[in-house]
């Protein structure tokens, strides 16, 4: 497609039930990121996907968090037994390099955990 | 590792007027350094990147930005504003060399009155 995009645009769920985020990058991009952002808060990394290579989840908040990315495509970021503190915005972002290159973003998740 | 200090959350200024949105950063390496805008309701976009050479960056819509290294400062500017500057602008940075991710400071949101 023309940009990234992210599914679904808002999220509401109990407390304690699972969430699936979707991310769709650009086309040909290699590296995909997911950020996490809370109201009124920066952008905090979660986890870093490059090809074919190891992801890097050094900002995965808690085992409750994972992702996955079929070869250069979709990601889903997936939260397991939701708390209210996961509430945030999810943005998912491609680049076709890593670190130097210009990140395009989707317009995110909004999820919200009652 | 990286950090980003966005030195004012949020900066009221009247439309015409000129405009400094404050960054520092540390790093115990050599970085790139980014500003990226968040108009309401939207995703992220880049306005301008610094990655070598002239310290002095233009970027789009009139911002410009300039790289002091001993300062450890990237602070972004504009001469003269509009209603439509009106966003929420973070600061980014990554180290140099192969793929580093881009950690962003907490954002200012500049909020052009008329």
């Known amino acids: 497609g023309a940009g990234v995009s992210q599914s679904p645009s808002n999220k509401v769920t109990e407390k304690g039930k699972d969430v699936e985020l979707r991310c769709d990058p650009i086309?040909?991009?290699?590296?995909l990121y997911w950020y996490r952002q809370r109201l009124g808060q920066g952008l905090e990394f979660l986890i870093y996907f490059q090809g074919n290579s190891a992801p890097d989840k050094s900002g995965l908040p808690s085992d409750r968090f994972s992702a996955e990315r079929t070869g250069e495509s979709v990601s889903t970021l997936t939260i397991q037994r939701t708390q209210q503190e996961d509430s945030a915005v999810y943005l998912c972002?491609?680049?076709?390099?890593?670190?130097?290159?210009?990140?395009?973003f989707g317009e995110g998740s909004r999820l919200t955990v009652l | 590792a990286q950090s980003v200090t966005q030195l004012d959350s949020q900066v009221p200024v009247f439309e015409e007027a000129p405009v400094e949105l404050r960054c520092n950063y540390s790093s115990s390496v050599s970085v790139y350094l980014f500003w990226y805008v968040q108009y309401p309701n939207q995703g992220l976009q880049l306005l301008l990147k610094?990655?070598?050479?002239?310290?002095l960056v233009k970027g789009i819509n009139g911002f410009e930005a300039e790289f002091n290294k001993s300062q450890t400062s990237f602070h972004l500017r504009k001469p003269s504003v509009h209603i439509s500057d009106t966003a929420e602008y973070f600061c980014a940075v990554s180290a140099k060399g192969g793929y580093n991710k881009l950690i962003f400071g907490a954002g200012t949101r500049l909020a052009v009155h008329p």
């Open positions: 972002a491609s680049s076709s390099m890593g670190g130097t290159g210009e990140l395009f």
């Open positions: 610094y990655l070598s050479g002239s310290t």
């Open positions: 086309s040909g991009h290699t590296a």
